[in-house]
RNA sequence: UGGGGUGUCGCCAAGCGGUAAGGCACUGGAUUUUGAUUCCAGCAUACCUAGGUUCGAAUCCUAGCACCCCAGCCA
């Protein structure tokens, strides 16, 4: 069963199959997704990923990986290195075309100068905040600095001064000589290096002690590489005239076309990495990796596979408008995907004890399943019932409405795969507590409907005896509010779901679980899609993540009070 | 009250002057030893609003309205 989607059309797809026609860069695509090295990648990326390395694969180009890493400060290796990891997770390739920013450091610099040369950058002294100040506002124009007339010897001396560290952090700024009174204030000759002393750049050590901007960094980095579609975020939109403006003033034979689309927001998560970057150091979650993050190492470990993500990817489609979707179109994406590959079991989540009476004390019938209804390839495996079972508390009701199809005192229901119980004796504790149950099996009933009555319910059951202690961690939204983010003036940390994660310490698998190994992917019947954790697997135990609930029409009828 | 964007079904999203694709969600129904899957059917007389042009407009024009982004030596 193949979900293929067609060619995404898309608006950047056009403009790309525009310029292929029309010759604009001889026909050739090269893209690039840029990140900067400052946290994990995310859902968010995800879209971005699959877009530029999908474009170069849709239109036989190259995508470069391309780290963007011209803010030490913020920046570290341990993010460039799981950054590749997560490419190469969710099924990208860049071949040799790894490349950093900080490739570029000395030809970046060798273009400063040509701009200082042709007067179109200057040195300035003004401090952070007077530049805030000479800049303006956004209804009123920004004042020249009085550096802005220096001549260009001084500039080309100082600019040199600056990169043999004579001058402390902050004390001066290379800026480019663009407008002050643009209505863009991007344009208010934005700086372009900065002093940074002290600190360790993951890549170049302490060779430099200033670092480009991204602004000026960014379309320099592209055109060397030749990139010929340069796609970013809509943020970056009033970035565009800069980025122009930059290679219009400088020597490069390349000149990419920027184009932005919208980002990503979904539902009842926060992508922003200063959040994402909270919620690990504050403790909230388990790590960049927990289960509930929408980090691509969350969702891996949580059991989401690489294709359910490019396929949400494809179908949240490519625009401009800003979007909010719907965690459910991730969760069918998942679905969908898991429900064609991955195997079944049975494991009762909230055991509740069954004897079946007429079945011999240590008698053992080992019935061949098959391991997916609809996909006999995935073949069988063996499961062993015995004299004492375990079927899920919430398939048992002393009394139920006939809408309840499960088994009910003195009523019938099929075990999945097995025979037909009907249950004679409801045991309690002495707070009225269901805490065993003694039925009789029909064993007329395996394979075939029994004579004359008609069995609706089928439930998972797991026998005691061969039972796998399970450690089952159940997932949910981690934020109650749709938008945490914008949640009219409230914290996104007050928003958090106190219920993201139940864990079930005393669910039980089938025998064959134990051979389960970290990362595998099951259903288990009636419950939902679990993958065995890589990090919290214990000895005595199986620790399962549940991936995603199965669609739940009863959950539907009983909410509407059925 | 500067500049740049965006407004098509509950959520995404096609459409680019010829009479509203598709997916998700939802609602019926069929099959089913997973209340799963699968299947079949339904789901915008309507495209932010108001005018205008046109035989004909979501698509063109005009005027509004709403929302998003920009005042880092972050990216």
């Not at 080992?366 to 209804?373: A, G, K, Q, S």
């Not at 499961?383 to 079927?391: A, T």
């Not at 002495?430 to 394979?447: F, H």
């Amino acid at each position: 069963m193949s979900h293929q989607t067609e060619a995404p059309s898309n608006f950047i797809h056009k403009i790309i199959e525009a310029d292929i026609a029309s010759g604009k860069h001889g026909g050739r695509v090269a893209t690039r997704f840029p990140p900067e090295p400052n946290g994990y990648l995310h859902i968010g990326h995800a879209k971005s990923i699959c877009l530029n390395f999908g474009l170069a694969v849709d239109f036989n180009g190259r995508c470069n990986l391309r780290f963007d890493d011209t803010n030490p400060h913020k920046e570290n290796i341990e993010y460039v290195e799981a950054i590749q990891q997560d490419v190469r997770w969710l099924g990208f390739d860049w071949d040799d075309r790894l490349y950093y920013a900080s490739d570029y450091f000395e030809q970046l610099y060798l273009y400063a100068v040509e701009l200082i040369n042709k007067g179109r950058a200057y040195v300035c002294d003004l401090d952070a905040e007077q530049v805030r100040d000479y800049r303006g506002t956004l209804t009123e124009p920004g004042r020249n600095s009085p550096y802005r007339e220096r001549s260009v010897a001084e500039n080309l001396e100082l600019f040199a001064r600056m990169r043999a560290g004579e001058f402390p952090d902050g004390a001066k700024v290379l800026r480019a000589k663009i407008d002050m009174a643009s209505p863009n204030m991007n344009l208010r000759d934005p700086a372009l290096y900065r002093i940074r002393h002290g600190v360790i750049h993951h890549q170049t050590g302490e060779a430099w002690c200033i670092y480009p901007l991204y602004d000026y960094t960014h379309p320099i980095s592209d055109a060397l590489e030749g990139i010929t579609h340069s796609i970013c975020t809509l943020e970056f939109e009033d970035h565009r005239p800069l980025y122009d403006w930059v290679l219009d003033h400088i020597t490069i034979d390349c000149h990419p076309q920027q184009i932005e689309f919208s980002r990503l927001n979904l539902e009842h998560t926060v992508v922003s990495k200063r959040k994402l970057t909270q919620l690990v150091d504050d403790g909230h979650v388990e790590g960049w990796d927990d289960p509930r993050m929408p980090t691509l190492a969350g969702l891996r470990r949580r059991g989401y596979t690489p294709a359910a993500i490019r396929t949400f990817c494809e179908r949240i489609g490519v625009s401009r408008a800003d979007s909010l979707v719907e965690m459910a179109l991730l969760e069918n994406c998942i679905r969908e995907d898991l429900n064609d590959i991955a195997p079944r079991r049975m494991a009762v989540l909230k055991p509740l004890k069954v004897v079946i009476e007429n079945l011999a004390e240590g008698q053992v019938e080992e019935l061949e399943v098959p391991n997916h209804p609809q996909q006999p390839a995935l073949g069988t495996r063996r499961v062993p019932l015995s004299r004492v079972i375990y079927i899920d508390q919430d398939d048992f009701r002393e009394e139920a409405s006939k809408k309840f199809k499960r088994l009910v005192a003195g009523g019938e229901v099929r075990l999945r795969f097995a025979y037909v119980i009907r249950c004679d004796q409801v045991i309690k504790d002495a707070q009225g507590n269901v805490i065993e149950l003694r039925c009789s099996y029909d064993p007329a009933t395996l394979g075939a409907d029994p004579a004359g009555r008609k069995v609706k319910g089928v439930i998972h059951w797991v026998s005691a005896a061969h039972a796998v202690p399970l450690e089952v961690r159940l997932y949910d939204r981690l934020f109650t509010h749709k938008t945490p983010d914008n949640a009219g003036g409230r914290d996104y940390r007050e928003l958090l779901n106190p219920e993201s994660l139940r864990t079930l310490t005393q669910a039980v698998g089938e025998r064959s679980l134990a051979q389960a190994r970290a990362g595998d992917r099951f259903q288990f019947e009636r419950e939902g899609y679990f993958c065995l954790d890589g990090v919290l697997a214990a000895k005595d135990r199986q620790v399962f993540n549940r991936i995603v609930t199965l669609r739940d029409s009863w959950a539907k009828i009983e909410e509407q009070g059925g």
